[in-house]
């Protein structure tokens, strides 16, 4: 069996999930290429494992101060580029187009009738999640987006639909101290702007702070660590904080879920899916929302106890496994299976 993954690489989120994929496939004896979209080739960092894969432009959104800028979204779409891609990519020789939110390839394999399979946090968002009630538009944008044959979501819990649990590769984060011991709260917020962050979190300065952000050198700036994004330190300070300040996106808010660590979470403005997973956190009773840098209750926050790691299963080796089967096609079975054993591992 022979598949393309292709993956939106707008946020981390999309290329840890595929991170977790990647030896699950390959020990099912599945041959894997990648495709990755959605941020400049140059921005991607640490992709070794993924070998020579290959890059288009595809769709991302604009920010700006930890808003969507709906406006220079649409300027820098390049839909004429995106339409010469769709059509000059060859999907000849795939079993199976793998797609988690990526445009390019889907439409590709329905225009080449390529049998295709939605992996992602966003098809998850099809359903009528807590968030997004007024948001009646939402499937109808996401089918558009990328138009595939069937669509698995992934969130943190099932909501009663065709949803799996976070794929994550933890198990393979060796928990190795760090060069430094005192308590620090591990903070990324790649939407907003890093001085405003900055001057936010030395506004508390009983409190040590590991910022990652989008710079080229380590600073030790008062109370707060300014480090370069790195696929090295980041999972070490990670499992290593005391806690966890972060947008809403799925990736790492699972992250901190799987480890214990508690969350205070700002939701990037203007977009649904953040917003959907912050309401979500809330009713799970599993993190504190903000809507603005709010010194008060972040003060508040820092001084919670961490919480009880949430148990999720290998979901990377029970798909896999069922890709490479070709039963059960819809996932009906392999979604139930799944939960039942997340409920044997909470008892």
């Given at each position: 069996m022979r598949i393309l993954y292709a993956v939106q690489a707008t946020g981390n989120g999309h290329i840890t999930r595929a991170r977790a994929m990647l030896p699950a496939l390959q020990q099912a004896g599945i041959s894997v290429d990648f495709l990755f979209s959605g941020r400049?080739?140059?921005?991607?960092?640490?992709?070794?494992?993924?070998?020579?894969?290959?890059?288009?432009?595809?769709?991302?959104?604009?920010?700006e101060a930890g808003s969507v800028k709906r406006w220079q979204t649409l300027k820098a779409a390049g839909v004429t580029q995106f339409f010469a891609d769709v059509r000059?990519?060859?999907?000849?020789?795939?079993?199976?187009?793998?797609?988690?939110?990526?445009?390019?390839?889907?439409?590709?394999?329905?225009?080449?009738?390529?049998?295709s399979l939605g992996l992602a946090h966003q098809y998850a968002l099809r359903y009528r999640l807590p968030g997004t009630r007024k948001a009646f538009w939402l499937k109808r944008a996401i089918d558009t987006f990328t138009p595939l044959d069937r669509c698995l979501g992934v969130h943190w819990q099932a909501f009663d639909q065709p949803i799996l649990p976070p794929l994550l590769a933890l198990n393979a984060i060796p928990p190795t101290p760090s060069d430094d011991q005192q308590p620090f709260v591990l903070v990324y917020l790649p939407f907003e702007v890093t001085d405003q962050v900055v001057h936010w979190l030395q506004s508390m300065p009983g409190s040590r702070f590991m910022l990652y952000a989008d710079v080229p050198d380590v600073a030790y700036l008062k109370n707060?660590?300014?480090?370069?994004?790195?696929?090295?330190?980041?999972p070490r300070d990670l499992h290593q904080s005391h806690g966890v300040i972060c947008n809403t996106g799925f990736g790492l808010c699972s992250e901190a879920l799987m480890l214990g660590k508690k969350i205070l979470t700002k939701p990037l403005s203007g977009q649904i899916e953040q917003y959907s997973n912050a309401c979500i956190l809330e009713q799970?009773?599993?993190?504190?929302?903000?809507?603005?840098?709010?010194e008060k209750l972040a003060l508040s926050w820092l001084e919670q106890p961490n919480v009880a790691p949430v148990v999720y299963p290998d979901v990377a080796q029970h798909l896999a496994r069922w890709l490479k089967s070709?039963?059960?096609?819809?996932?009906?079975?392999?979604?139930?299976?799944?939960?039942q054993e997340v409920s044997q591992r909470s008892v």
């Open positions: 400049p080739r140059e921005q991607l960092f640490d992709m070794q494992c993924f070998g020579d894969f290959r890059h288009y432009q595809g769709f991302t959104f604009k920010t000059s990519i060859d999907l000849s020789g795939y079993d199976l187009l793998l797609n988690d939110f990526e445009p390019v390839t889907a439409w590709a394999a329905k225009r080449q009738k390529l049998p707060v660590i300014l480090r370069p994004l790195s696929r090295e330190t980041f799970m009773q599993r993190a504190t929302v903000m809507q603005a840098f709010d070709g039963t059960d096609l819809q996932g009906t079975q392999l979604v139930a299976r799944v939960w």
